[in-house]
């Protein structure tokens, strides 16, 4: 593969579908970021990711069990903090990140 086409897949600022897998890495990153500000920092650092399906919903990825119930609790707050950030999101879920 010749150094110019290698390099037009891995550019992000191009079209192609790996330009599509990283803007929408970074978008969900700062979404997480965004939710991480929204709580106090003990919760906050719960948060290991956060996504928007095509749905509307608000899909958080934490730590544990513990941590997901806390944060069921803040789900009005994270769904302001969220559409606060530009997202489109009209109900919440929390997940628990299994380790490998």
């Known amino acids: 593969m010749a150094a110019k086409s290698l390099e037009n897949l ?24 965004a939710l991480v ?25 934490c730590r544990s069990s513990a941590w997901a119930s806390r944060l069921r609790f803040a789900a009005d707050a994270l769904l302001a903090a969220a559409r606060a950030h530009g997202a489109e999101a009209s109900s919440c879920s929390v997940r628990v990140a299994h380790p490998d």
């Open 37 to 61: 500000q929204a709580l106090p920092p003990e919760e906050g650092a719960s948060i290991l990711a956060a996504n928007v399906r095509d749905d509307g919903e608000l899909v958080i990825l």
């Open 10 to 33: 891995l550019n992000p600022s191009k079209d192609g579908d790996l330009a599509n897998i990283v803007r929408r890495a970074r978008d969900m990153g700062e979404l997480a970021s």
